[in-house]
């Protein structure tokens, strides 16, 4: 009987253990910036400060919610216009300047799941997340491959990412590495080929629409 009841103590607290840091909220991630993020050293401080001042992230919830709120197969996006290269180089920060951003939510979303979705971004992205100009509703599509790289993000006539895997040809210097990391907190990042990324919204007074740069990143995020 001490036995038994022991083995049962002990199940108890595993559970329990386990509970406790169970994953809230997992899904997809998707992120392309205005600059390469797997480069040479040479070429990103010849950049620093003149280009990656722009960005896309998105993330799609393939389990679980925020807040108490159920956000299962919904996504959200996040648009940013800095004054200087954002991001960091994983050695010193950068001295990005001031930061603009939009929400883009998941037209299927409640305004519970809205509010849920935004609180979310606000906390994955708390640093570029400051000065929210706009928060809008969109038709929001993603789909990683992480097997071929391949990542495709729309949000209507809004927003759009779409990448494919790096490949020899895409080594200019032989020196390459991932010089700047992910904007939000994530899992298993690949640098990926950004065959295009493009902003046509009129949240942040400008738009942009770049093609053809190794600065991409594939992931996934669990909290």
């Known amino acids: 009987m001490r036995a038994i009841g022991a083995f049962t103590l002990l199940t108890v607290l595993f559970v329990a253990a386990q509970s406790t840091y169970a994953v809230k909220i997992r899904g997809q991630y998707l992120e392309s910036r205005t600059c390469d993020v797997y480069t040479g050293p ?76 935004v609180a979310f971004v606000r906390q994955s992205a708390a640093d570029y997340t400051k000065n929210v100009k706009q928060i809008e509703r969109a038709s929001l599509t993603l789909q990683n491959d992480h097997s071929t790289m391949e990542g495709v993000f729309e949000a209507g006539d809004v927003a759009e990412i779409r990448t494919r895997k790096l490949g020899d040809q895409d080594c200019i210097c032989t020196n390459e590495m991932v010089y700047y990391q992910p904007l939000a907190d994530v899992h298993y990042a690949v640098p990926a080929y950004s065959l295009k990324q493009s902003y046509a919204g009129d949240g942040l007074n400008c738009r942009w629409s770049t093609e053809g740069s190794r600065s991409a990143f594939l992931a996934i995020f669990k909290k």
């Open 42 to 117: 040479c070429f990103a401080n010849g950049e620093m400060g003149l280009v990656g001042k722009e960005a896309v992230m998105a993330w799609k919830v393939d389990e679980g919610g925020w807040n108490g709120t159920d956000l299962e197969g919904l996504s959200v996006a996040l648009v940013l216009k800095a004054e200087k290269t954002l991001g960091n180089d994983g050695i010193f920060p950068m001295q990005d300047g001031w930061i603009d951003s939009v929400i883009l939510v998941d037209e299927n979303a409640s305004d519970e799941q809205q509010r849920a979705l």
